[in-house]
């Protein structure tokens, strides 16, 4: 009879319409080291999320059974109280505080409302010590580095008496080494009778950690492998995360004769200051006209961050390496110059920073050309609703008039209006981020129409794309990012979910 | 009643614009009836419309910058500074009027570029860089009437500007003829630019409002300008300085709603991240939004020693929240990209009414403050509540 610390029994997941989760089981024995694996989307995120309580209870079906009693967490702080912590990919540190600030933020220690910081230092003392980190409690964390404040997020955890602990991708944002020192802590950890979650797409680090691997995939379970028996291995997890049908939802394009090389990128490497580290490394890629080039890769791979820096350096990075356009060399100073250049970047994150939400579709999709539909610095308003209908037509944005706000569409119409505007700025080359992300299956169909259409009058798409089925069923060939470099280069001919999947996971 | 329904639809979906128009209407009814109708009397329009020039003009400038999502302190004390050197150009140099007022503009402009530099370039958030800007024109102001104190501009055409009106040509039964002749050509103009709106908004199939609404609305604004018109054409007629707030609207209003510049800034303001995207220079907008600023402050400066015919130690003294002021009652949204010049005018008018009214009243001043708080916060209260609804 196994000793489970924890049970997830028939755990099910909807959001409005979208099954995220379904009847997912999933345990973890006491002290061990449980690898959660899937694609991006699988459902592990969510399933973590119903565990520390952040979707309360009610909002799923299925039990959650903890210690042996049945938990009805309805906020975070049940969870925690319980003894689960997560620790999120994105660090939930205050960076203009102190280490022994941050370690006790929530749960200080005080006396009738009164703070004991020297107790507070001692304590965190300890706490490092425990995870192995010798940093002065009372320094900052914004001095410190990404892998460091990962080991006081565990600090933290550990100031709670956590039983059991999650990290989602912890090592994602980390170095080698870092990573090493990390993976180390964990076996000590679990030594020390601490039992650890971790969501991972490194299936080095699963192969090297986990004693059991438990693979989602569109939010089922499909297996648990043991590492005892010897199932954990690249061969099996990679099998197993990938077995998706591919239907056949891709329009077929015809084949046709590619063009010049419109872009080429040689050694490029972008350095981000802020984050102190390189978001695009060593890249080399380059596009003929007439073909769309797929840029695979998990979240976090680098991709958006490899585009931003080709489209005009929009986040002021530090560039390295040389750019061609049309075989001549090009330095952006500006997203303006990209654009001039023919090159058109439409976002990933079409809320965030790729739409005016407060105004309607007509000035969103004149947005990037309104010199095209002006003289003198004075818009022609005639032209630019003559310019918004041929686009609410062509791409069939669904509306009842191009007066409508943005923000008051579906998000598959928002992003044909994306769309839309970086048609009308008619480029060369498209670079597509994330094109058919959490937009329904319909408009994803119509979006892959209007990119083989492109195709045909003679552009150039560059797709990222998390969605294997997508990289597989429109690219001509593949580039498969991981960890800010180019993994591999692959034709559409020997492409594959499995090969693919193993240089994502590298 | 289908024009009733029509009616109501229409109050309901452009409720925040017209919602400004009806509340300036009611304050100004019930200042009437409060004052048995001495606050409609001709002089009193006049007088209120000259008091409010130089808070409207700010208001412009600053709905912009809040539009971009910065705000600027230090145009206050940067029109006091700049009307005192113009008085100490025109007074104590002796320079010509024509020379003076362009050197006067320019150097606003400059100093709207400063702060432009400051915000869009180093990066310093604009309330720091402005509130230092507001210490510096501060000190700027005693420093330039140190030796002199209070400047007394005796000048005729500078002086006009702040109490000067248009000339009359002819008074046709004690109204003041060129003033209606300004008045009619205001009410075709309108009428003939609604007509063509609608026109092309038809040939487009966009929504329209009935023939009968449509003309309800043409007659009803034209009888507001016409009124206005025949209120100033009574006293003196058309001010300079209501000449000057009309030029301010009619050219800010055509380069924010139809030039590519204005389509820029309020996409700027909309989503800065966006624009920058979409290969929009934001820093280059935000330099020119500061430098419009500079030249609306610069202005301002000269409507205000102009009408006080003298520059004085303590000119511009919270002007700058005056003017913020009129521009949230007129609607501009703090979170950006939102925002119309008319609004930003109306909004002045209407906190100028306030004070104008009270006044005639016998108010005091603190009961005064209270009131004029009142007001702007129920116009943000109103604003909120209004979005809430159409989001």
Redesign the interface.
């Known amino acids: 009879m196994s000793d489970y610390i924890l049970e997830m029994n028939q755990i099910s997941k909807e959001f409005t319409g979208v099954k995220a989760l379904s009847n997912v089981n999933f345990k973890v024995e006491r002290g061990e080291i449980h690898c959660l694996v899937g694609e991006n989307g699988a459902g592990k995120s969510t399933l973590m999320k119903v565990l520390s309580g952040v979707y309360p209870y009610g909002n799923y079906e299925g039990d959650i059974v903890f210690n042996g009693n049945v938990q009805q967490f309805n906020k975070i702080s049940d969870s925690v109280d319980a003894g689960i912590a997560i620790i999120y990919q994105e660090l939930a540190l205050f960076p203009d505080l102190a280490v022994y600030e941050n370690i006790f933020i929530g749960n200080e220690i005080q006396s009738n409302g009164i703070l004991d910081w020297n107790e507070a230092i001692v304590k965190s003392k300890q706490l490092l010590e425990k995870v192995k980190l010798k940093v002065n409690p009372e320094t900052l964390i914004n001095t410190l580095g990404v892998g460091k404040q990962q080991l006081i997020e565990i600090a933290k955890a550990l100031s709670k008496e956590v039983k059991l602990l999650i990290l989602d991708e912890p090592t994602a944002a980390l170095n080698e080494n870092d990573s090493e020192n990390l993976l180390e802590l964990l076996r000590d950890l679990k030594d020390q009778g601490i039992t650890c979650i971790m969501i991972s797409h490194k299936l080095k680090e699963v192969i090297a950690i986990a004693d059991k691997a438990t693979v989602l995939r569109d939010g089922e379970t499909i297996c648990t492998l043991d590492a005892s028996k010897g199932e954990i291995n690249e061969a099996a997890i990679i099998k197993n995360m990938v077995g998706r049908e591919i239907d056949d939802v891709y329009p077929k394009r015809a084949k046709k004769e590619l063009g010049e090389t419109i872009l080429e990128v040689s050694n490029w490497s972008a350095y981000d200051p802020n984050l102190g580290r390189h978001v695009a490394k060593d890249v080399n890629l380059h596009v003929k006209q007439g073909e769309i080039v797929g840029l695979a890769g998990l979240m976090g791979a680098g991709r958006t961050e490899l585009s931003q820096s080709i489209f005009g350096n929009a986040k002021n990075y530090k560039l390295q390496g040389d750019l061609f356009v049309d075989g001549m060399p090009a330095n952006f100073k500006h997203t303006s110059d990209a654009i001039k250049a023919g090159i058109a970047y439409v976002t990933e994150d079409r809320k965030g920073n790729g739409l005016f939400l407060l105004q309607d579709i007509k000035n969103n999709i004149s947005a990037g050309n309104l010199k095209g539909i002006s003289s003198k610095g004075i818009v022609n308003e005639n032209e630019e609703i003559k310019v918004a209908e041929e686009y609410r037509t062509s791409l069939g944005i669904k509306t009842p008039s191009i007066q409508q706000l943005v923000g008051n569409l579906s998000g598959g119409n928002q992003q044909k209006v994306s769309l839309g505007k970086w048609l009308f700025v008619s480029p060369k080359l498209l670079i597509l981020d994330e094109p058919t992300r959490g937009i329904d299956v319909g408009a994803k169909f119509e979006i892959y129409n209007v990119m083989n259409e492109l195709i045909d009058k003679g552009m150039s798409i560059i797709m990222i794309s998390s969605e294997l089925g997508e990289i597989l069923g429109m690219c001509d060939r593949i580039y498969v990012m991981a960890e800010s470099q180019i993994k591999g280069e692959l034709s559409k001919e020997e492409a594959n979910q499995e090969n693919i999947m193993q240089l994502a996971t590298q | 009643m289908n024009l009733l329904n029509e009616a109501k639809n229409v109050i309901k979906t452009n409720i925040r614009d017209y919602g400004m128009y009806i509340a300036l209407l009611i304050i100004m009814v019930t200042f009437s009836i409060l004052t048995d109708g001495l606050f409609m009397s001709s002089r009193n329009i006049s007088n209120l419309l000259d008091s409010a020039g130089y808070i409207a003009v700010l208001a412009v400038g600053v709905m912009l910058v809040i539009v971009i999502r910065h705000i600027d302190l230090s145009i206050g004390f940067l029109a006091g500074f700049l009307g005192a050197i113009a008085a100490i150009l025109l007074m104590q140099l002796g320079l010509p009027i024509y020379i003076v007022i362009p050197i006067i503009l320019i150097l606003g402009i400059f100093a709207g570029s400063i702060t432009g530099f400051l915000v869009a370039k180093v990066g310093i958030p604009a309330f720091v860089a402005t509130l230092a800007g507001w210490l510096i024109y501060r000190g700027a102001i005693l420093l330039a009437t140190e030796k002199t104190g209070t400047i007394i501009v005796d000048n005729d055409a500078f002086n006009a500007i702040g109490n000067g009106y248009i000339p009359s040509i002819m008074e046709v039964g004690g109204l003041h003829l060129f003033s209606l002749i300004v008045g009619a050509v205001g009410i075709l103009f309108y009428v003939y630019s609604a007509i063509s709106t609608r026109k ?1 908004k038809i040939k ?1 199939n ?2 329209v409002v009935s023939k009968q609404m449509f003309t309800i609305q043409l007659v009803f604004v034209s009888a507001i300008i016409a009124y206005i018109t025949w209120l100033l054409a009574g006293y003196n007629g058309i001010s300079w300085t209501v000449v000057i707030i009309l030029l301010v609207v009619i050219v800010y209003h055509f380069v924010t709603t ?7 800034i ?2 700027v303001g ?2 800065p ?9 934001v820093s280059k907008i935000t330099f020119l939004v500061f430098g419009s600023m500079g030249m609306l402050s610069a202005l301002s400066g000269i409507l205000f020693t102009a009408r006080l015919q003298s520059a004085t130690t303590t000119a511009g003294t919270l002007f700058e929240l005056d003017a913020i002021a009129a521009a949230f009652v007129g609607g501009v949204s703090a979170a950006g ?2 925002g119309k010049v008319t609004g930003a005018v109306i909004g002045a008018i209407v906190m100028a009414t306030l004070t104008n009214g009270m006044n005639l009243m016998g108010v005091g001043i603190a009961p005064q403050y209270v009131i004029r708080g009142g007001v702007l916060a129920l116009a943000v209260i109103f604003d909120v509540m209004t979005r809430r609804q159409r ?1």
Do not use: P, Q
């Open positions: 092309n487009y966009f929504d139809k030039t590519v510049i204005g389509r820029h309020y996409a909309s989503n991240e966006a624009a920058h995207l979409s290969g929009i220079n990209g939102v989001g």
